[in-house]
């Protein structure tokens, strides 16, 4: 696979953006790895060399950088990248039923995806969204308190092309593509939408201004130990 000489010229240009950023070229591995994402769906091979020739590595070093982090697909993903958090908190609150369900469900395991291109199935470490476990994402977004049904339904909806907003942030959900390229460095206009934190996230807040609890200030002696 090579890339077309529009595509090549349109990911020069992003690439040199993005090196530009950085004081030295090697630094802009990741966000560029994220770039040829946005263009392929997954690292190809010539993704792979595109970023070596760019930033003056071996392709060695470039695989060893993707295929490290989770977040770059090795194998083309599907439209929709649907991650099932089944850390402690998500797993008891029903994540594990919930991924069971999602893979017979859909027919596909960690990784795989459904035959129509679609979605991805993915088994994901915590979200850091322990507050409204059981936790679900579609292309990073969240979706807040699932359920088996629920799940079920969403990625039914993902496979039929209905729309679909996230619990918390933009009400357009962004595809794989669209996600990755935003990764890479290149807003899409929508970071400040939608609901942020609320509800959950905010009672220890409550708590805490209820109590007239404040925190300890740099270089004061906390309770049962030394000032840090």
């Known amino acids: 696979m090579t890339y077309s000489p529009e595509v090549r010229e349109r990911l020069e240009t992003d690439a040199?953006?993005?090196?530009?950023?950085?004081?030295?070229?090697?630094?802009?591995?990741?966000?560029?790895?994220?770039?040829?994402?946005?263009?392929?769906?997954?690292?190809?091979?010539?993704?792979?060399?595109?970023?070596?020739?760019?930033?003056?590595?071996?392709k060695a070093e470039v695989v060893g950088v993707a295929t490290f982090y989770t977040m770059y697909k090795r194998e083309p993903a599907g439209e929709y990248n649907v991650g099932v958090c089944t850390n402690t908190l998500c797993a008891i609150m029903g994540g594990d039923q919930i991924w069971d369900e999602l893979s017979e469900h859909t027919g596909v395991g960690h990784d795989e995806t459904t035959p129509d291109g679609k979605v991805t199935l993915e088994r994901l470490e915590c979200n850091a969204a322990c507050d409204f476990a059981p936790v679900m994402m579609v292309n990073w977004e969240f979706f807040d308190n699932q359920t088996p049904e629920s799940a079920r339904q969403l990625v039914d909806d993902l496979r039929a092309d209905k729309e679909v907003s996230p619990t918390r942030g933009p009400k357009r959900l962004c595809t794989f593509k669209e996600a990755s390229r935003i990764l890479a460095g290149f807003p899409d206009g929508q970071a400040g939408d939608g609901p942020s934190a609320a509800g959950p996230s905010l009672e220890g807040l409550k708590v805490a201004k209820a109590n007239g609890w404040e925190a300890p200030k740099p270089g004061e002696q906390t309770e049962g130990g030394d000032a840090s």
């Open 16 to 58: 040199k953006e993005i090196m530009n950023r950085y004081p030295r070229p090697r630094s802009a591995l990741l966000p560029m790895l994220h770039l040829v994402q946005s263009v392929d769906g997954y690292i190809s091979d010539a993704g792979q060399e595109f970023c070596a020739e760019m930033l003056g590595l071996s």
